[in-house]
């Protein structure tokens, strides 16, 4: 007599082997959905720097709207601040739509008149765009 279709252990071993599959992960795509998001963020400040500087060496304090860019966006809250006399500023990004572990965290770009544009966060290393330091 043939065998038609599958049986019970068999069926059973496919499920167990799937759930561990996803067991492993989905916890390394949520890590990766994060990193991606603060990468996204961190790009749509940076991409303000060149108008914050244009705005800044014309002797205007810095404004959202002065440097070409609008808030909220799809990956972030935007702040911007800036002493034209003291040569420092900021452009903020509060993340948002983000998976959890990154989730509110603000990514800073700090310019002083001695060091540049400096990049800060409060979200965890592992999440972390290269150039950016942890732990603000």
């Known amino acids: ?6 049986t019970l252990i068999e ?3 496919v499920v167990a082997i799937i759930g561990i599959l996803a067991t492993i992960g989905l ?9 991606a998001k603060f990468t996204a963020g961190l790009a749509e400040i940076s991409a303000l ?7 800044f060496n014309q002797g205007t304090v810095p404004t959202l709207a002065l440097i070409g860019g609008t808030s ?3 990956n972030c809250v935007i702040s ?3 002493d034209v006399a003291a040569g420092t500023g900021s452009i903020a990004c509060e993340i948002l739509d983000a998976p959890a572990p990154i989730q509110g965290k603000l990514i800073t770009l700090a310019r002083s008149a001695r060091d540049g544009w400096t990049c800060t966060t409060n979200a965890d290393e592992q999440y972390v765009a290269k150039g950016c330091a942890a732990g603000n």
């Open 72 to 74: 909220p966006t799809a």
């Open 27 to 35: 916890p390394m795509y949520t890590k990766h959905q994060a990193k």
């Open 1 to 6: 007599m043939r065998q038609n279709g599958f």
């Open 49 to 55: 720097k060149a108008g914050f500087e244009d705005t």
């Open 80 to 82: 911007v601040a800036g």
């Open 11 to 13: 069926l059973l071993i």
